[in-house]
């Protein structure tokens, strides 16, 4: 004869296959949380570095094409605009702002980022690395 197979009681059968779904559910999960915990710092190295920057450069471009506005110390104290140019040297402010947004201001002008349209879009005349260049020019206002 055949032997027919006893099944657990319903409350068991439930318990069990919760926890087997419960083990294939968390195991891509243990799986990303291995792979993020191996190259995560160095994501994190790469992203903080950003790319190389030329500060010797960002200061012969920034005397060149900003120093007209802001200033040679970055103060903007010129008047020259309404309302009146941020002032580069407060540190407390740049540190608020992060890299990209200098970036994006420099690059395609200050209405692109809610600031003064009067600031002109410098990506006909800058490439990426050059306005980088500025970008690590303009951090060390705060840093004297």
């Given at each position: 004869m055949f032997a027919v197979p006893v099944k657990?009681?319903?409350?068991?059968?439930?318990?069990?296959?919760?926890?087997?779904?419960?083990?294939e559910e968390f195991m891509p999960t243990r799986f990303l949380a291995a792979l993020a915990l191996a190259v995560g710092p160095l994501l994190v190295a790469s992203a903080a570095a950003g790319p190389a920057r030329?500060?010797?450069h960002g200061k012969e471009l920034f005397l060149r094409y900003?120093?007209?506005c802001h200033g040679v110390d970055g103060r903007g104290e010129a008047k020259t605009f309404q309302p009146n140019v941020g002032n580069l040297a407060v540190k407390e402010l740049m540190d608020q702002l992060s890299d990209?947004?200098?970036?994006?201001?420099?690059k395609k002008g200050g209405a692109a980022v809610g600031k003064n349209a009067a600031m002109p879009a410098w990506q006909q005349q800058l490439d990426d690395s050059q306005i980088?260049?500025?970008?690590?020019?303009?951090?060390?206002?705060?840093s004297r």
């Open positions: 657990d009681s319903p409350r068991r059968e439930t318990a069990r296959v919760a926890r087997l779904w419960r083990e030329d500060v010797g900003c120093s007209g990209e947004y200098l970036f994006a201001a420099i980088w260049d500025i970008v690590g020019f303009v951090r060390t206002f705060g």
